[in-house]
Nanobody
Framework: QVQLVESGGGLVQPGGSLRLSCAAS????????MAWYRQAPGKQREFAAI???????NYADSVKGRFTISRDNAKNTMYLQMNSLKPEDTAVYYC?????WGQGTQVTVSS
């Protein structure tokens, strides 16, 4: 059974940093692209970042230059380093691989 588990969310002040993790189990995802999405209160889920099996990266304009996506295939784990956080980054962050989704981790940016 495929399972994705996000962790690392929390409350942070504007300008602060957080590092999210997504641990995948149940199959080998080293050949899959892996992505982060986020959903702010009252809004639709939106794309944040993606990393291909070969390490290619793409970001939403809203996070470009502040967020960095990475992966460790040996650990079947993906990361999202988030720097210079803004209140508008407040959302539930979801890990996505193919048709699989995690349960999400809450990120709140507030003073």
């Amino acid at each position: 059974q495929v399972q994705l588990v996000e962790s690392g969310g929390g409350l942070v002040q504007p300008g602060g940093s957080l590092r999210l993790s997504c641990a995948a189990s149940g199959t080998d995802f080293s050949r899959n692209a892996m992505a982060w999405y986020r959903q702010a209160p009252g809004k639709q889920r939106e794309f944040a970042a993606i990393i291909t099996s070969g390490g290619g990266r793409n970001y939403a304009d809203s996070v470009k230059g502040r967020f960095t996506i990475s992966r460790d295939n040996a650990k079947n784990t993906m990361y999202l380093q988030m720097n210079s956080l803004k209140p508008e980054d407040t959302a539930v962050y979801y890990c996505n691989i193919d048709v699989h989704w995690g349960q999400g981790t809450q990120v709140t940016v507030s003073s």
